[in-house]
Structures are given as structure tokens and as C-alpha cells.
Nanobody, 115 residues
Framework: QVQLVESGGGLVQAGGSLRLSCAASGSTLTINGMGWYRQTAGKRRELVARFNNVGSTNYADSVKGRFTISRDNAKNTLYLQMNSLKPEDTAVYYC?????????WGQGTQVTVLS
């Protein structure tokens, strides 16, 4: 089992920045890839950014050039630096870890961008 705990969400003005963190614990050696997703009410959860199992990254088109995913393997922590935030970035952001047999999700952290 893998446990994921997100932090760093909050309220910010448009154009501002936030950094999300996701601390992983448990069977972290079983993780193949990690990433960030987001969801708003009534919509499907969507990919924001992720590392795949060979360390490559991919981003949603809507966040390219503004968001940066990074990780600290020594701390088993994943980050999402979000710059130039827009009101349409408002969502609950979830950390995901893709394991060999299971997908794991954090509890989510709310990001609200005011116009």
C-alpha cells in the first residue's frame, strides 16, 4: 500500500503562484509513475502533469509553460509549481501514484484562483 498526503493548496489571486506537495509513504518502491490531476464539480478528473515510469514528463496543454512538476526522490515527495494561475485552474488537485497492481490517490487539496 502507498499513502499520499497533499498540501499547499489555498486561495490566490489570478497571476499568482502556489506550490503543491505530495508526500508518499508505504510501499513506494512499487510506484511506476506519479502525477497530479484535478477535478471540478460535475467534471471528470483530468491530468495536469505526471512523470511516467522512465522519468519523462507530460503536461496538459492548458498548463504548459505555467506549471512544473518535480520530485525529490530522497524525500519521496512530488511537487507541482503553479505560476501565472488563472481562475480556470480552480479545482481540487489530487496526487496519483501508479503502482504495479493499483492506483493510489491522495485526499485532494483545494486550489481557488480569484479573478
Amino acid at each position: 500500500q502507498v499513502q499520499l498526503v497533499e498540501s499547499g493548496g489555498g486561495l490566490v489571486q489570478a497571476g499568482g503562484s502556489l506550490r503543491l506537495s505530495c508526500a508518499a509513504s508505504g510501499s513506494t518502491l512499487t510506484i511506476n509513475g506519479m502525477g497530479w490531476y484535478r477535478q471540478t464539480a460535475g467534471k471528470r478528473r483530468e491530468l495536469v502533469a505526471r512523470f511516467n515510469n522512465v522519468g519523462s514528463t507530460n503536461y496538459a496543454d492548458s498548463v504548459k509553460g505555467r506549471f512544473t512538476i518535480s520530485r525529490d526522490n530522497a524525500k519521496n515527495t512530488l511537487y507541482l509549481q503553479m505560476n501565472s494561475l488563472k481562475p480556470e485552474d480552480t479545482a481540487v488537485y489530487y496526487c496519483n501514484a501508479a503502482g504495479v497492481l493499483n492506483d493510489y490517490w491522495g485526499q485532494g487539496t483545494q486550489v481557488t484562483v480569484l479573478s
